[in-house]
């Protein structure tokens, strides 16, 4: 009780130094409850005060910080890209297309030749064809056409049917009358010299179907190449022509596509060859191929 009384005279007793300056109270201060209580809490106020000034400007700051970014850093990321973007799509560009041709003689031919037999068996049949396709793939042999370019490229056998007219609603089911054994051969020949005695032989030799003759080259990647080059001056040729008639300048090459053509195959004959045929008339003439280019230049002006 002593102390709470002491407590409160100080404190009555400094309240004037108190209200005259917090500082004073501040700096003097007591040992009494009170005063103490008092110095304290000028103290923490003025703290409490100058500590909410600083940290009232402190989160000002962090308020407007987020802020600011949650603006400026999604502008500037959304920025760049949309500019760099916006710059390719007002970038004046041209496009145009060349195309060339080249053309070279073939120095290959590719001949699809086939033994066809029929019989009243199939064994029959098979045996027949055999017999006959083993004396043709001899005769080319001999013709100095390599094995590698020797290739069956059809083997069937077909049963031969006999097909009878409904009688009295009742249908009656065909009937096997035969078989057809078909041995197919597709052969490059590379000395083109020769091809119409090879022809004329494996006539007479068996062969009585057939006669598909493809003229190509082994490598056409000089052809192509001579062709791309071709394609190509004549794109530069337009696009160069455009830009003058417009009065501006051709820039760099943006992008270029390719699109090649190789000759179609024609077939010159189709057969059914017979023993006594003269010797096929062949001629090669010439393959052509194309490429077509398709170039994206940037214009400056």
Known sequence: MSMMRFATKSFTAKRSAAKTSGAGTLGVGTHGVGTHGVGTLGVGTLAA???????GCTAFAVRALPAALAVALPLALWALPADAQEDRARQPVISVSGEGEASIAPDMAVLQLSV???????ADALSANSAAMTEVLAAIKADGVAERDIQTSNFSI??????FEPKDGVSRPPEITGYEVTNALSVRVRDLKKLGGLIDRSVKLGVNQGGQITFTNDDPAAA???ARKAAMKEALAKAHTLTEAAGVRLGKVMEINENSARPVAQPMMRM????????APVSAGENSYTVTVNVTFALEQ
């Open 158 to 163: 077909f049963p031969q049917y006999r097909h």
């Open 116 to 122: 066809v037999r029929d019989a009243k068996t199939a």
């Open 272 to 279: 059914a060859m017979a023993k006594d045929a003269a010797p």
């Open 224 to 226: 192509l190449a001579d």
């Open 49 to 55: 005060s100058a500590h909410g000034a600083v940290f």
